[in-house]
């Protein structure tokens, strides 16, 4: 069974920062594109930041500057530094990848249960 989870989420002042870290668990040999998404209350989800398997990143125009995606060097990783933050970057932020197992090349995409980051102004 293959699980992203995320963490780092939590309660931060207006202009701090915060690292959200992504892992897949299980029989995994890689992720491939991966992105991370929030969802304000009564609002939809929103991509926030994405990146491909070759490196290639794309950011909302609302983070753009103050947001960073990166995978780590462990293959099953993905990251999301986060700085000067702003109330409206309140929400639940949730990772989603293509997931290759050891098992099956065929890439599938998989989300986490999602992480609440709250910023106080």
């Known amino acids: 069974q293959v699980q992203l989870v995320e963490s780092g989420g939590g309660l931060v002042q207006a202009g701090g920062s915060l690292r959200l870290s992504c892992v897949a668990s299980?029989?995994?040999?890689?992720?491939?594109?991966a992105g991370w998404y929030r969802q304000a209350p009564g609002k939809q989800r929103e991509l926030v930041a994405a990146?491909?398997?070759?490196?290639?990143?794309n950011y909302a125009d609302s983070v753009k500057g103050r947001v960073t995606i990166s995978r780590g060097n462990a293959k099953n990783t993905v990251y999301l530094q986060m700085n000067s933050l702003k109330p409206e970057d309140t929400g639940v932020y949730y990772c989603?990848?293509?997931?290759?197992?050891?098992?099956?090349?065929?890439?599938?995409?998989?989300w986490g249960q999602g992480t609440q980051v709250t910023v106080s102004s």
């Open positions: 989603n990848a293509d997931v290759v197992l050891v098992a099956n090349p065929t890439p599938f995409d998989c």
């Open positions: 299980g029989s995994i040999f890689s992720i491939n594109a």
């Open positions: 990146i491909t398997s070759s490196g290639r990143t």
